[in-house]
């Protein structure tokens, strides 16, 4: 079935797969030595993963298949919950976390399924309107109104925001964007830019018609960016190298030069520039896990997903994540060392959006 059952680095980091009869993914051991094992029930639907450390998730259908709750037992500890109305739509979406608090996110449709309220945890309340052919047209938050615009191709030409500021968009015939102006409650321009294009799709020249300053655009024949010309105050042209699999080698700006080494794996290892040289370790998933420059060394953590959960600064400020177990981010708490204050924030989804 043409399935990976291992995969070697040409570091010889290995990840190991392996699958049951019907080609289910039951277990997996990646390069760091860890072992994920799934369980599916028998519409091959996945029901429960397992990590190493005892941590997992437990997903439940109801008996039309649709998702009914979500429990994980990493991070924070949360359960997903879902409640649907006779279409199978969502109309509620609530998120223990943890037994300290819930959040729960409701919604209604219109007759032919467009979501048309969003009600949020605290009482904030987002209509959606729409035009005669589905196509969203006036979003009403608590911060005020904004409208969309669209040409008979159904490209949007025109979105108006509550601040009275407005952005209108130019197409060409294959429906790249050639302009973008922005115009301030007054109608004044604001942002005027346009844009050329060459025969396969790359951007040649950005024009910044608002200080009359624009850039020009090169690539190579794999189509890779090679120079960026900003004829600006003050002017300034980039030049770029590459390996023969595509990793960066060099970056010239102006006669400076910064050159990138990569290991055997192509991940980063080291970037020196003319003022000073950064080191980049990598664990054996590829994972980025510190960076090393002139403030200090700052590190990564990452679950058995390969999720960033903890990013540390050199200052002793850091953050932590938290996601789903379908790798939605759950939470970012922040924490400044210099003044001692913790900053949590929090999501919830129904499905995959926010």
Request: net charge negative.
């Amino acid at each position: 079935m043409n399935r990976n059952t291992r995969v070697i680095s040409p570091l010889g980091n290995t990840w190991i797969y392996n699958y049951d009869g019907v080609g289910n993914l039951i277990e997996r051991t990646d390069a760091n030595g860890n072992t994920t094992t799934y369980e599916y029930d028998a519409l091959n639907r996945r029901i429960r993963t397992s990590y190493p450390d005892g941590s997992g998730a437990v997903w439940e259908y109801n008996a039309m298949g649709n998702l009914l709750r979500v429990t994980n037992t990493c991070g924070l500890n949360d359960v997903t919950t879902y409640q649907y109305d006779e279409l199978n739509r969502v109309m509620a979406c609530s998120v223990d976390y943890g037994g300290v608090f819930t959040k729960t996110v409701n919604y209604t449709y219109d007759v032919v399924g467009n979501r048309i309220t969003v009600t949020y945890p605290d009482g904030n309340v987002t209509a959606y309107e729409y035009d005669p052919v589905n196509r969203l047209v006036r979003v009403t938050a608590f911060d005020g109104v904004t409208t969309y615009e669209y040409d008979n191709a159904g490209r949007r030409v025109r979105m108006s925001y509550p601040n009275d500021v407005y952005v209108t968009y130019g197409y060409d015939g294959t429906n790249r964007s050639v302009s973008l102006i922005e115009k301030n409650a007054t109608d004044a321009i604001v942002v005027n830019r346009s844009y050329e294009y060459d025969a396969v799709g790359n951007k040649l020249k950005e024009t910044h018609d608002e200080d009359g300053s624009y850039r020009e655009i090169e690539y190579d024949a794999l189509n890779r960016l090679v120079q960026v010309i900003y004829h600006s105050s003050p002017a300034e042209v980039q030049h770029y190298t590459y390996d023969g699999v595509g990793n960066r080698l060099t970056k010239t700006v102006d006669g400076a030069v910064t050159t990138y080494t990569y290991n055997a794996d192509d991940r980063l290892t080291q970037e020196v520039s003319p003022t000073e040289t950064i080191d980049y370790g990598n664990d054996n998933n590829g994972n980025r896990i510190s960076k090393t420059d002139s403030n200090g060394t700052y590190r990564y953590a990452y679950d058995f997903e390969n999720r960033l959960i903890n990013f540390t600064k050199p200052s002793g400020d850091y953050a932590t994540y938290n996601y789903s177990p379908e790798g939605l981010k759950l939470s970012r708490i922040r924490y400044y060392h210099a003044w001692g204050v913790t900053v949590p924030d929090y999501y919830v989804y129904s499905g995959r959006e926010l």
